[in-house]
């Protein structure tokens, strides 16, 4: 099953951490914004397969905003 | 000559109401995967410690002799019984009778809640399913004409307000909880809701009809709206784990605000000084940190895990409030999470903030405060909802304060937000990594020095000179030197520290406790 993963907070994008393709675990960084002068990681919240990346470094995100596509591996495919 | 024919009548009237909606009405509940209000407070309470109040009421149908033939319950279920040996009042709609909308005797049984709460100074639970009044009339026989409340009535509206000041309030939101539930459900210090719940003031219907909006009753009110509206504190796994939450929250607390919390025995060392305290901060301003790895280093861990439970994490999420104990004693815990904004107070972490430290008051906790803060949000959207005025409101609810507070100053305290932090009379351990001012460095000296770092060969390189030469004016030390702080310490000491203050504190309170009360405020 797809799930999206929305940043909970506004910043840059600073880092793109993870590509696509990538096996991550929860909690897993996905991406670093750069957020009130703080390097702040948005992590998914369930295991998954990064489908798609929705933003790219130095793009500015809103609180909310996707940023990510995951296949979620705990479910067949 | 003997009563036994009224006796069993009795029995017969309390066996008709405690098949609720009906077997079907109940069966159709349980389909949905939720419990009835009996089975909640079953779960809620000790075993068979539930005495309940007005089994009888209902509305009677009679047959052509004039006897009775049926009683439909009241659909809220009412009464005292024990949470941890302790006595609550507890109550609920009946969702399987008309979906939890009073009848008649069920308005009166759910208005009484709270005077009972009153009367008897003791906590108040409610477990909430059902929606407010209909169009065709609230708590009326349909036959006959409303004709509303006398006037010389006290609003039912009243109670629910007074019971804040006096009682702890409890309550879940277990399935929709529309209307006058839905008031009642937040007319509460805690509030919990399950991941089915929704909470509106109107349903679906009502908004489409409105304003057009085609939305379903989660879109409206579920637990991803309501957790971070502030409506609802916490979310549920399921219903049980709804009541486990209920009865942790009110083990800290007491009865009522004219008594303390009672300490429990503590078996985790007072004298506990955890290493990793030491290296939690990272040295990079930039990196954040986890605040509650800090909290929970501190507070009394048990044999059944932490004592810290959070509370409202969802809203204003760069501000943590929780309860926990601290060598057996209950306290509030405040603290800044540098993962939201740098922990920067946004209008929802104030408003968080001020609730959360008038309920400390209101029950005599003392309270921790863990300070990282960067100062009040800034920004448009920070400018719009009116941060500087809640913001001071929260400061202005910290300074009024009447309960003993400490403050650990981790890393930050800059600006007017930092008071918030800082209670009356408060004592004052700072961590070496603190840092104080009126502003943090990196915004601050881009302003104050900006035509000097433009005119500079290399603006880069002089705006790090400058931000590095300004960095060792923010530094503890010199704070310490002039007695401005109680004590610069190692990290690790922080939980004997304060373990050793609050004992001190709470041996001083020889006032007898009584509710708290404060005036107006920005």
Known sequence: MLFKVKSEVAGVVWKIIASVGDDLDTGAAIIILESMKMEIPVPTPRAGTLKILHVAETDMILEGQEIATFLSLDEPT | MSWHDEIAEIKRRRALAKQQGGADSVERHHQKGRLTIRERIDSLLDKDSFDEIGQSSGVPEFNDKGQLSDLQPANFVLGIGAVNTRKVIVGGEDFTLKGGSPNPAGLRKSVYAEQLALQYKIPLIRLHEGGGGSVGGTGQDKSHRPIGEPVFAVSRFLPLAQTLGVVPVATAALGPVAGLPASRLVASHFSVMTENAAVLIAGPQVVKRALGYDLTKEELGGPQVHLKSGVIDNLAVDEHDAMQQIRRFLSYLPDNAW???KKIDCHDPVDRCDDAL???????????????????????????????????????????????RLNGHSVGVIGNDCLFYAGAMTAAAAQKLRRFVDFCNSFHLPVLSFVDEPGFMIGPDSEASGTIRLGTEAISAVLQSRVPWASVHVLKAFGVAAQAHFGPQGYVLSWPSAASGALPIEGGVAVAFAREIAAAKDPAARQAELENMLAAS????????????????????????????LDLSLAAQTDPPVPFTFTMRP
């Not at chain 2, 930039?286 to 810290?308: A, K, L, N, Y």
């Open chain 2, 259 to 261: 008594q303390r919390p």
């Open chain 2, 278 to 324: 030491a290296h939690i901060v990272p040295k990079n301003r930039r990196q954040p940190f986890q605040m509650r790895e800090i909290i929970e280093h501190v507070v009394d861990q048990t044999s059944e895990g932490s004592s810290f439970f959070e509370m409202r994490r969802k809203f204003g999420p760069s501000l943590i409030t929780g309860l926990a």
């Open chain 2, 474 to 501: 923010q530094s503890p030390f010199p704070r310490a030197e002039g007695f401005s702080v109680h004590d610069i310490i190692d990290p690790r000491e922080t939980r004997p520290k304060l373990a050793a203050w």
